[in-house]
């Protein structure tokens, strides 16, 4: 496999590293929900077109973009362009305050997304820039749960000659989860690394935390994708 194919598929793994959202849902769904993503971007939008954004608000367009992309949209070009509205906005909020640790975040997860809905496109410009940002998320908030996911999740995947490390995701994962154990996807890599590992038991006290998760971020991801995924892979460990 070339280089370029390398770091494509790396890329194409982004959806799986970087689908925990941040803001809208958090700790609970909202009524109507995905379908209340519509409404919400109409609303911040029209508070940007007053003038004057702050990077906060910047931040919550970057993530509802990028909600909207993931959760509702299904048309291509739609997607497309929501998670380039988003890495743009969440460009704007970190011009605006280069210490909103959101911002490079959400700037990482649209690019990352785009790029992966794209294909591969100056594939080791993207993933080196979704780096920078989430490496920058992480040195200004060391507790940045999703920021430190990410970057496990980029290090699981990538090749060792680009960075990739199991040791350093292995890191980084366990960070997350000791910072904020509701973010299920975190969870579920760990349990990966754990199983590759032959550590059975380990892993099977991961994906046993996803399935029993009572407050888990995100319900409507945590519903559809992870719950059945952890489901689905504690039947296939071998029994203790």
Not at 55 to 73: G, I, Q
Not at 139 to 155: F, R, V, Y
Request: aromatic share 8%; net charge neutral; charged share 25%.
């Amino acid at each position: 496999m070339t280089m370029t194919a390398l770091i494509g598929a790396s890329l194409l793994l982004f959806g799986t590293i970087a689908s925990d959202h941040a803001f809208a849902q958090r700790n609970e769904m909202p009524p109507g929900y995905p379908q209340s993503l519509e409404r919400d971007l109409q609303a911040l939008l029209g508070k940007v077109h007053e003038g004057n954004p702050s990077s906060e608000l910047l931040v919550r367009l970057a993530e509802t973009y990028f909600d909207l992309a993931d959760d509702l949209l299904t048309d291509k070009a739609k997607r497309l362009a929501a998670y380039e509205a988003g890495a743009k906005a969440a460009k704007q909020s970190f011009e605006i305050d280069d210490a909103n640790a959101d911002a490079h975040f959400f700037h990482a997860v649209n690019i990352g997304s785009a790029a992966r809905l794209q294909g591969v496109t100056n594939a080791a410009l993207t993933v080196n820039n979704i780096k920078h940002c989430a490496l920058r998320a992480i040195e200004l908030d060391p507790n940045h749960s999703q920021a430190l996911q990410m970057m496990g999740g980029l290090m699981m995947e990538l090749p060792w000659f680009l960075g990739g490390s199991e040791k350093k995701a292995q890191e980084y994962l366990e960070r997350s989860i000791t910072v904020d154990g509701n973010f299920a996807n975190a969870r579920i890599m760990l349990a990966k690394l754990y199983k590759k590992q032959g550590r059975v038991e380990e892993a099977r006290k991961q994906l046993t935390a996803v399935i029993q998760a009572e407050n888990p971020h995100y319900r409507y991801t945590w519903e559809r994708k992870y719950k059945p995924e952890a489901e689905r892979m504690l039947r296939e460990l071998p029994k203790g």
